[in-house]
């Protein structure tokens, strides 16, 4: 009867272990990245800036899941994200992506989990020669090593935009 409570207890240990072990952690991010929503000042009627945005996105096949031209608002469906790592120093690896997120590590190892992809949701409003450019629902899909279901299932990350895209927008209507 002891020898079982010990073995229990082992297998316990050892349980909380690998579990300790193999969870995964993000590493934060160190670069300073524009806070949500970017604004800026237009010059054109709002008509005409909802007009080439919804040009734009056509052209770059992204969805819109809602647009009304009277309060200015066009919300994107879910759309595929070019993104990155920063290195060390905060730095952007690839600097045109439009979104950066974090390293997301197993704790044991160190082991960097790269996503199979990401996507979100664009909210852009005009109003009274304003444009206010959001993102939202940010999520990753990341691949296991035994592709099991949670492969294919999208979690939340906390990445931030890195204002490239609103920066095309913000050049595309002034």
């Known amino acids: 009867m002891e020898t079982l409570r010990r073995w229990n207890w082992f297998l316990l240990f050892i349980s909380i272990l ?3 072990a193999c969870n995964p952690k993000a590493i934060p991010l160190r670069g ?3 806070e949500s929503p970017v604004s800026s000042i237009v010059t054109l009627p709002a008509d005409s800036v909802i007009s080439r945005i919804v040009s734009y996105f056509d052209q770059h096949n992204m ?16 759309v ?25 590590v197993y704790s ?17 409003r005009i109003i009274d020669g304003k444009i ?5 629902n940010m999520q990753a899909r990341f691949s296991t090593t035994d592709q099991t279901r949670a492969a ?18 913000t050049d595309l209507i002034n």
Do not use: Q
């Open 63 to 78: 969805p819109i899941r809602s647009l009304d031209r009277k309060i200015g608002l066009i919300v994107s469906e879910d």
């Open 80 to 104: 595929p994200m070019t993104w990155t790592y920063e290195d060390k120093e905060g730095h952007l690896l690839k600097p045109e992506s439009f979104v950066v997120i974090p390293h997301t």
């Open 152 to 169: 294919l299932d999208y979690v939340r990350i906390d990445g931030k935009s890195t204002g490239v895209f609103e920066k095309r927008i």
């Open 32 to 34: 300073n990245y524009p």
């Open 108 to 124: 044991g190892s160190n082991k960097a989990i790269p996503p199979r992809n990401i996507v979100g949701e664009w909210n852009i």
């Open 132 to 136: 206010s450019i959001s993102l939202f």
């Open 18 to 20: 690998f579990f300790c």
